[in-house]
């Protein structure tokens, strides 16, 4: 969770133009990444999946947890091959020059979480009580 919150702190990538960290600061990309869902870059999808695999890795829930981050880390990826992105609402679009250190803790937050789920031990059901020993255990 740290590194998704220095990501946060930090240029994810710049663009060519006049102005090459325009839409660049992490914050600015987590707040408004979503409306780059209307226009087809799924990546910032990315982010609820890695909330909800946290949440799931708390409450003990590893494969779901597993499959939530590890589906993150793949759409964070897949912004690798992105070679423009919109950058005004006409639609313009600009080339994507370079990713910053956001865009690589970003991923990197993904990746631990996945790793640290992995490490997770599994979860071992109880045997079930009897009645005698359910009712020693009250006293």
């Known amino acids: 969770m740290a590194l998704f919150v220095a990501a946060l702190t930090q240029d994810g990538y710049y663009i060519d133009g006049p102005d090459p960290r325009a839409w660049a600061a992490g914050w600015l990309l987590a707040a408004f990444g979503w409306l780059g869902i209307l226009a ?5 999808i990315a982010n609820p999946l890695l909330v909800a695999s946290w949440i799931c890795a ?17 759409l964070m990826l897949s ?3 992105r070679r423009t992105i919109i950058t005004s609402e006409a639609p313009t679009y600009s080339r994507i ?14 990746i631990v979480a996945f790793s640290g789920i992995l490490l997770l031990p599994h979860s071992k059901k109880r045997p079930d009580r009897t009645d005698s020993e359910t009712s020693q255990q009250k006293f």
């Open 40 to 44: 087809g870059v799924f990546t910032w």
């Open 58 to 74: 708390f409450q003990k829930r590893k494969n779901i947890s597993m499959f939530l981050s590890g589906a993150s880390v793949l």
């Open 79 to 81: 912004f690798l091959w």
């Open 97 to 110: 020059i370079s990713y910053q250190p956001g865009y690589w803790l970003w991923l990197g937050s993904a």
